[in-house]
């Protein structure tokens, strides 16, 4: 009335009097989605959904109702301009006000994301910055463990320490090291990065992706540099865990496809990244 916001267009006053609408009523026997029904809905999707894309799309927002505690009408419209009930992400806050820093650090993977994120809508910050998160992209190509300490040490000379980093490499050191040298190089990296370097940033470890040309002796061939990465995998998925870090699965990019990977059988396509 006086050039104001009506509080009762906000998503969660709306919530509540829809809420206070339905107590009179007899109890809405409608349950959100439990563990159990949403491991069953993300293992099916793939036999009904056209493409991998649309799979993984349902996928995270099934995924996002059930850690939500939301019903998946809470989450969909049934119009385009039928917006009022629906979770947007203007609707979500966090408390703390200060910026939470993530460096993304690794290969030309990384390198190719950021500038595929580039062309969306969300841009670099992939619309987290809504959400009062800074992505650092720092993608290299030909990166490789070796090279992450002092990567680590010049960009502190620039920024503070991040709260997050997330870091993607190892895949262009198989090959050049027998497999026993890099896991133990790697243990030896990210001791250094938790002990000294980062020790208040939480790790987040993107999973190496398969690739159908390795840097391998051409005697060897592929099969052992894919065991290699198989086992470097693991291993970084249960040091950094048991560290207290994050482990990010990729299993919608573990088998080649021509929709997915481009012709040199190592980066990915646009749906690809997309994916990643």
Not at 108 to 118: D, G, L, M, P, Q
Not at 144 to 158: Q, V
Not at 184 to 207: A, E, G, V
Not at 218 to 247: Q, W
Request: hydrophobic share 40%; charged share 25%; net charge positive.
């Amino acid at each position: 009335m006086q050039a104001t916001d009506d509080p009762t267009k906000f998503f969660i006053v709306l919530k509540l009097l829809e809420g206070l609408k339905r107590s009179a009523r007899k109890r809405d026997l409608r349950h959100p989605i439990t563990a159990e029904l949403l491991h069953k809905i993300v293992l099916s999707l793939p036999a009904i959904c056209k493409t991998g894309y649309e799979a993984v799309l349902f996928s995270a927002a099934y995924t996002l109702a059930f850690a939500a505690f939301l019903r998946v009408g809470e989450i969909t419209r049934p119009r385009k301009d039928s917006t009022a009930y629906v979770l947007d992400v203007s609707d979500v806050k966090l408390d703390n006000d200060a910026e939470i820093s993530v460096w993304c650090v690794g290969s030309s993977i990384v390198k190719r994301a950021e500038y595929h994120a580039f062309l969306r809508p969300g841009g670099k910050q992939l619309g987290l910055h809504m959400l009062g998160i800074h992505l650092w992209w720092q993608g290299i190509g030909g990166f490789r463990l070796l090279n992450l300490r002092g990567r680590i040490r010049h960009l502190l000379t620039l920024e503070d320490p991040p709260k997050f980093i997330f870091l993607h490499c190892g895949a262009n050191d198989i090959g050049s090291l027998s497999l026993g040298k890099l896991q133990h190089r790697f243990l030896k990296i990210i001791h250094d990065l938790q002990s000294t370097l980062l020790p208040s940033t939480s790790i987040i470890w993107s999973q190496m992706l398969p690739r159908a040309q390795w840097r391998c002796p051409e005697d060897k061939g592929r099969k052992p540099c894919e065991n290699s990465r198989r086992r470097l995998n693991r291993l970084a998925a249960k040091t950094i865990l048991e560290a207290g870090g994050y482990y990010i699965k990729h299993p919608e990019l573990m088998h080649f496809n021509d929709d997915l990977y481009d012709s040199d059988g190592v980066h990915l396509t646009s749906l690809g990244n997309s994916i990643f």
